[in-house]
């Protein structure tokens, strides 16, 4: 009489309580797997899209020196020009015009005119796309620098005879790529990272090392001199990023020549496409939704 309806039945009382544990459980796993697939996908969002964290603008600096380090030492063996810093073309430029080499100054006017017009470019995609809360306003120069490198290492190879035109226009395109990248990470870092160039990161590398070493010795009512060492962590690896980045472009070109510069423009293809992706998804549904209203 005194006995549970469940064990009446058959059914022990474990089962009531485990059954809907199973699903939950598949559930959870699924989900699981889901996530780990889309990794590459939420990484590469993270990275280049409007929402912005201190990680994600490191990670993208770092990716971005090792593309500056590798596309200048490939620049260099192809043209014999380095192309990311201004300061050396500016210095040649004055040389030059001493020497009476006026044909040099026109082109290193024509480099530095090119790379400030990839910098301004830069300005005008991520503020159109900042206006218009466009997931992508920090891809799209990506995207424009990407499809700028496929294009000189397809049509490198079939350009270089043309050695007196080929030259200073690989110079002004290379010297337009860096002043869009270097833009784009002065602009979603706020002027904490730069990728092109070495000369600012060494300097600040030095002025930790020297805060570092310094001795504080003795009582004193001022504050200690102390190191940032996640600062000189962070340059020490945008440094080690674009010599890393020089090393296998030097090596890249040596050995696949032109076509060197194809790796790097799918890197920033991945970097860029799945914001892209998105706004374009989001347009799909706009264009869906007018229609049906219609």
């Not at 996640?230 to 696949?256: D, H, K, M, N, Q």
């Amino acid at each position: 009489m005194g006995r549970d309806p469940a064990a009446r039945s058959g059914t022990p009382d474990s089962f009531t309580l485990l059954e809907p544990a199973a699903p939950r459980a598949a559930l959870s796993a699924a989900r699981r797997r889901a996530q780990t697939r889309g990794m590459p996908i939420h990484y590469a969002r993270r990275l280049t899209g409007a929402a912005r964290s201190t990680d994600a603008d490191r990670h993208l600096g770092f990716t971005l020196a090792f593309v500056a380090g590798a596309t200048n030492a490939g620049g260099f063996l192809a043209v014999h020009h380095y192309t990311s810093h201004m300061t050396g073309i500016v210095s040649a430029m004055a040389d030059h015009l001493v020497l009476g080499l006026h044909h040099l100054v026109l082109a290193g006017a024509a480099a530095l005119a090119a790379f400030i017009l990839g910098a301004a470019c830069t300005a005008v995609m991520v503020n159109y796309g900042r206006r218009r809360r466009l997931h992508s306003e920090f891809a799209m120069p990506l995207l424009l620098e990407a499809l700028l490198l496929i294009g000189f290492g397809l049509l490198g190879t079939r350009l270089e005879v043309l050695r007196g035109l080929f030259v200073p226009a690989t110079v002004v395109l290379l010297c337009f790529i860096m002043g869009l990248q270097n833009a784009l990470i002065t602009k979603l870092s706020k002027a904490e990272i730069r990728t092109t160039h070495l000369t600012g990161i060494v300097t600040d590398i030095g002025i930790e090392l020297g805060k570092l070493c310094y001795w504080n010795a003795g009582a004193s009512r001022r504050p200690p001199v102390l190191a940032n060492r996640e600062r000189l962590r962070v340059l020490s690896l945008l440094a080690g990023s674009f010599f890393v980045g020089g090393v296998v472009g030097a090596i890249g070109f040596a050995r696949l020549g032109y076509a060197a510069t194809l790796p790097l423009a799918l890197l920033l293809v991945f970097l860029a496409v799945v914001p892209a992706a998105d706004d374009l998804a989001r347009l799909t549904r706009r264009l869906r939704l007018a229609r049906r209203r219609r």
